[in-house]
């Protein structure tokens, strides 16, 4: 008996008190969610290989969210950290994976056909349930609208997903995401369109409005696919890489303080 009820008592300590005893009667006023993003991906695939990548390998993401029909599936929890991200930058953070929640959307991406790369629809029921999902995310971890962000924003190098098909603009709509304000757009765009600025200028916009990339000065390759993520986004009707007035009004109007002050 002597031998065995050091052992027993060990073991109540660790199974029902489950450590040492905590007061937890005190919270500090100085504290935050670590969620502080929320990136949108496409998966390239159907539902069962969102299901088999997802689940079974190093890549994971907090949501998924099926297209036909749509339906939420949660296989990460937003407290833990998912593998969605991979290298990773928006203004001055980096390896987004520590304070992201990934959403990722069953879409198969994109087909290169002989007249040209060719991107698939999102169903509306999809960007639905998005759109109420990021609701809630929103409310409970109080993300900034600057930080709902694609793939393309944070790794514009390596992704194009959510690609030129996202609606963004539902997101706006919906109060979720910034939208530049498009009559300001209008009003600056022909004196782009008279003296169009130069690539440093360009790239300084860029960097103010989040994206991480090199002021070379050169309309480099690295460049081109920063502009094309932003195009894709605000004007993806072109979404070239192509330096043009339209961009520059856009860019302008998004990094500019409005008018009056906000
Ligand atoms: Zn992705």
Not at 43 to 65: K, M, Q
Not at 172 to 195: C, K, N, S, T
Request: aromatic share 8%; with cysteine.
């Amino acid at each position: 008996m002597r031998f065995f009820l050091p052992i027993l008592g060990l073991a109540l300590l660790a199974g029902c008190a489950g450590g040492p005893p905590i007061d937890r009667s005190y919270t500090s006023v100085s504290q935050e969610s670590r969620v502080r993003y929320v990136i949108v991906h496409y998966t390239e695939g159907d539902l069962a290989r969102a299901f088999d990548v997802l689940t079974n390998g190093p890549v994971s993401s907090h949501y998924l969210i099926s297209d036909r029909p749509a339906a939420i599936y949660q296989l990460v929890d937003e407290n833990r950290r998912a593998y969605h991200a991979g290298e990773s930058a928006w203004q001055k953070d980096a390896q987004l994976n520590a304070s992201s929640i990934g959403i990722e959307l069953v879409n198969p991406g994109y087909r290169d056909t002989p007249q040209g790369r060719v991107y698939f629809d999102y169903p509306q029921q999809q960007i639905t349930l998005l759109i109420d999902l990021l609701r809630q995310i929103v409310a409970r971890h109080r993300i900034d609208p600057a930080r709902i962000l694609g793939h393309s924003d944070i790794a514009p190098q390596r992704k194009v997903d959510p690609g030129p098909l996202f609606p963004w603009r539902r997101l706006a709509a919906a109060g979720l995401i910034r939208w530049p304000d498009m009559a300001e757009v209008l009003r600056r765009q022909p004196a782009f369109e008279a003296q169009l600025p130069d690539i440093g200028w360009f790239q300084a916009r860029l960097a103010r409005h989040g994206y991480v990339l090199s002021s070379s000065g050169e309309l480099d390759a690295a460049t081109r696919r920063v502009l094309a993520a932003f195009q894709m986004k605000y004007r993806p009707a072109r979404h070239d890489g192509e330096p043009d007035a339209e961009t520059a009004a856009l860019l302008d109007v998004l990094t500019s303080a409005p008018p009056g002050g906000r």
